[in-house]
């Protein structure tokens, strides 16, 4: 490549940087650095998120998966646009629709990425341990419990995704049906983290409380609440909660 006159020019674009090489009077190549090139695709989704635009999440997570990017950095970029539109939303500049647009671009991203997680995971750390996961009563959302699910899943969990807003009871019974080793508890409201609490204190009732480990999280909680609350554990994140499952079921 550089056999050519010796003048080679770097430039550096906003998050690509790039090499121009000159060869002789007429000829130029330019090479793109792979760093850049992923940087950009990773960018290009957040912004389809950010910009509820789901065609154009769908098809940067496909260039995504063409171009080798690591799969789990391409869909943490996507959780920090949703975090950042749930800001916009609280500044009143967007609203409802936007945001429900908005995960159903995540949701057709995810989909798209989901094998390259798959492939990326070790796929035994779960040793085909049981999880039964949902959002609590009265909590809709449903994007992180099922980026948690996902994660679960792929590193070789059984998980019984129950859904959102769902009644406590209801939890602790498919909990018993299901035999599972683990109950995964989200709730992304103040409102709603006491019935995480709740599920827990209806184990306790039925006398089943020493059956499970109970995993907390979700935007309003914090390790200190599920301590408060009796859990055996908490997480910040999906990944997170991997390591947190699998250390619960040692
Ligand atoms: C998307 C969204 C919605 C969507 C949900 C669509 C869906 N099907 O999920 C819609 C539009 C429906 C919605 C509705 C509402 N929303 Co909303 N929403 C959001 C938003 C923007 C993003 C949430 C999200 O998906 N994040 C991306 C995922 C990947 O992150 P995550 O959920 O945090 O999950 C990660 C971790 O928390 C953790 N985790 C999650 N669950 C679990 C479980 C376990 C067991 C473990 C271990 C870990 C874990 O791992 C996940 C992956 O890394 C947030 C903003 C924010 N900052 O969170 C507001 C937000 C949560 N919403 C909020 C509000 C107020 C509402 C509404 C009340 C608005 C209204 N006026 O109607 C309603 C609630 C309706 C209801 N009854 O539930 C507030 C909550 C405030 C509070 N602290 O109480 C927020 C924080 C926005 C804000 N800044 O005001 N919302």
Redesign the pocket.
Known sequence: MFDGYPLQLMRQLPGMPFALTRHDRWSFSITLFSGGFRMATIDELKKAVLEYDEDAAVSAAQKCVKEGVNALDAVNAM?DA??E???Q??RMEVF?PE??L??DA?KGALAILEPELKKASGGDAGAGKKVV?ATVK????????D??ATMLTVAGFQVKNLG??VDSEFICDAAEEYGADII???A?????IPHQKEVIEFLKAKGIRNKYKV??????TTPQWAEQIGADG?????V??VT?AQNLTK
């Open positions: 959780g949703l975090k539109l749930g800001d939303f609280q409802l945001v429900l908005a995960t995540f996961i009265g909590d809709v959302h449903a994007v992180g419990k980026l948690v959102a807003d995964g508890l989200s992304l409201m103040s409102t709603t995993m907390v999280g979700g935007g309003s908490y997480s910040k994140d999906a997170g909660a947190l």
